[in-house]
């Protein structure tokens, strides 16, 4: 149990366009999901949290506007990357939590975005 | 806010020795501590929990309050133990430290 996906798992994209990255649990609902960037050879780093329903708690230095996340369903997250640059480009991983760990977090396999 | 460091970057162990990967927490209180473990090509996953005490893997780790650490212990490294582990407080995660076990 307590499968997380993310979808694509790779995206090629060009330099001021946007891309959506979506995160979904499978077989649990996920009132948390959370939101990492992993630069290469690199630890995670936490970029926001989402909570169903409500707005998304940023991380300070991550910019809202930048990043939208929406946590429309209690098992759907998702971050959409808005006027892509290169710099954007990272692997993002998302992880929910079951609601009976707080922190026991489940991950998916994480998205590769590139932007040219 | 709740940090941990993980000194060693890298850890090469021979098959069959014992591995230690250290992790020690600076905040006060009562952690919620975890270790996640990162297999090639393959997904973030829960390795271990300090509140469960349990061996996974053959993998173990003690709360020691007085040193403030949480190393995660194995006494025979096996090859299919080379990843990348974690240690990670709630929301956050240590640097990470890459384990390679040689045959």
């Known amino acids: 149990g307590a499968v997380v996906s993310q979808h694509p798992s790779r995206v090629i994209c060009k330099s001021g366009t946007s891309v959506k990255i979506e995160c979904r649990s499978l077989?649990?609902?996920?009132?948390?999901m959370f939101w990492y960037r992993q630069f290469p050879k690199k630890s995670l780093m936490l970029m926001a949290t989402?909570?169903?329903?409500?707005?998304?708690?940023?991380e300070q230095g991550v910019e809202k506007d930048k990043f939208l996340i929406n946590h429309a369903s209690l098992t759907l997250s998702t971050l959409t990357v808005t006027s892509a640059h290169p710099e954007d480009s990272s692997f993002y991983i998302c992880?929910?939590?079951?609601?009976?760990?707080?922190?026991?977090?489940?991950f998916g396999p994480g998205t590769r975005l590139t932007v040219t | 806010a709740q940090r941990v460091t993980q000194p060693e970057k890298l850890l090469s162990v021979f098959k069959g020795a014992p591995v230690e990967l250290k992790c020690n927490y600076s905040?006060?209180?009562?952690?919620?501590l975890f270790w996640y473990v990162q297999y090639s090509r393959q997904r973030l996953q829960l390795l271990l929990r300090?509140?469960s005490r349990e061996s996974i893997k053959g993998f173990t780790a003690d709360l020691n309050k007085g040193e403030t650490s949480f190393h995660l212990k194995k006494p025979f490294a096996q090859e299919e133990d080379s990843a990348m582990y974690y240690c990670?407080?709630?929301?956050?995660f240590g640097a990470g430290t890459t384990v390679t076990v040689r045959a």
């Open positions: 905040y006060s209180g009562s952690p919620e």
């Open positions: 989402s909570n169903e329903g409500s707005k998304a708690t940023y």
């Open positions: 992880s929910a939590v079951t609601g009976h760990s707080s922190y026991e977090q489940y």
């Open positions: 077989d649990f609902q996920a009132t948390t």
């Open positions: 300090h509140i």
């Open positions: 990670a407080p709630p929301l956050s």
